[in-house]
C-alpha cells in the first residue's frame, strides 16, 4: 500500500538538488466511515452521526485496530514515517479521517457541512485525538519536524493550545488551513498585539462549515464573514432551507 508513495519520494528527491527538505501530509488514522442515523433528527438539524455498517477483522483502513477500527493502531503509521525519514523526508503535518466518509474527525465542528451529520459527542473528543496521534509521531520519531492539525475548532483559544503543545515538545508547528479564509493575518496580529482584533472581514474562523458547504452546494467557497462572499452566503441559506435545514 506504500509503495507508490515510497516511489514517489524518491523520483521527487531525483528531481530537486539532495539538501531541499521534503515533507509530508499523513494521515495517522483512517477511522471508520459514518453516516447519519435519520431517526435522531431534528426540526431544521440533521440526524447523529452513527457508524456505518462494518465487519471485522477491518482490512481496508490505515492506523486502525482491526477488531474495532474506530481506535487507532498507530504501528503501520510510525513505522511508514521512520521508512520516509530513511528517505530524507524530514517534516511531516499529521492528520486523520476523510473530510467526505468522517468529517467529525478529519474536521472536528459542531457544525458539519450539508452532506454530514450532526456530532454525536463534542468535538473536543476529536481535537484531542489529533493531538494524540502528533504527539505519538514526535515521541516516536524526535528528529523530525511535526506539524500539527485539528487546531480551527478552538477558534480564539488555538493559539493557547498551540503554546502549550509545542511548549510541551509534543509538536514543533502548528497547521491552519481553511480557518485562514476568514482572518488570513490572524496569526501575524496575535504575535505583535498579542490578541486578534477583529473588524469587517477579518473574524477568527467560527468553524460552522459553510465554506465547505458552498462548494458542496455547487457555489464557489470562501469565508461567510467575507464581504465578497455575502451573496454566495445567501445563496446557501435559501438551499439549505429548500432541504429543511438551518445553519447554526
Known sequence: RIKILLMIVEAVRRAVWQDLPLGCRLSAHDGIPYEEDPATRRPGLKGYGRPAPFTTPYLWGWGVNESAPDEADLAEPLHLVGLLKGRGVTLFNISAGSPYSNPHLSRPTDSPPVDG??????????VARHFGFARAVKEAHPDVFVVGTGYSYLQGWKAHAAAFNIAAGRVDAVGLGRAILAFHDEARQLLETGTTKRDRGRVVCTGDSACTTGPRLGLRSG???????VETNQEITKRLAALGLTKK
Open 223 to 229: 469565508c461567510i464573514y467575507d464581504p465578497h462572499y
Open 117 to 126: 451529520y450532526q456530532p454525536a459527542h463534542d468535538p473536543l473528543v476529536e
